[in-house]
């Protein structure tokens, strides 16, 4: 069976092109640090690019609330659901979120199986 996730590699990105002959080495050292910036960009993943919490396989049930624990020690502005099982419709309870936990809904009529992130400013 073919991977359908395909991965990509970043690509050299020569920004600077044209330059005067006495500047070509500043040219060249300026699109060796934005190769080398872009490489490093793409290692980057969620968890060391938020500041947030994620919250995974949190199962919500048909037609009903959930309370889900988070470790931020502050109200979260954000909620942003990565994964979802199960065909439902999530919605916030922002009234009810506070320093330990978020309130979601699950306005569907299925279970759902979800991974969130949980964000702060």
Not at 9 to 16: D, F, G, T, W
Not at 63 to 78: D, E, N, R, Y
């Amino acid at each position: 069976m073919i991977n359908p996730v395909q991965t990509l590699k970043p690509q050299p990105l020569k920004v600077i092109k044209e330059v005067p002959e006495e500047l070509s080495e500043i040219k060249q050292r300026l699109n060796d640090l934005i190769d080398a910036f872009i490489f490093q960009s793409a290692a980057i993943s969620i968890n060391s690019n938020f500041n947030g919490y994620i919250a995974n396989n949190v199962k919500i049930p048909a037609a009903s609330t959930l309370k889900i624990q988070h470790f931020l020690g502050v109200i979260p502005k954000w909620r942003i659901i990565l994964r979802q099982t199960g065909n439902g419709v999530i919605s916030d309870i922002p009234l009810e979120w506070d320093n330990k936990t978020i309130t979601l809904k699950n306005n569907g009529t299925e279970d759902v199986t979800i991974s969130v992130l949980i964000a702060r400013e």
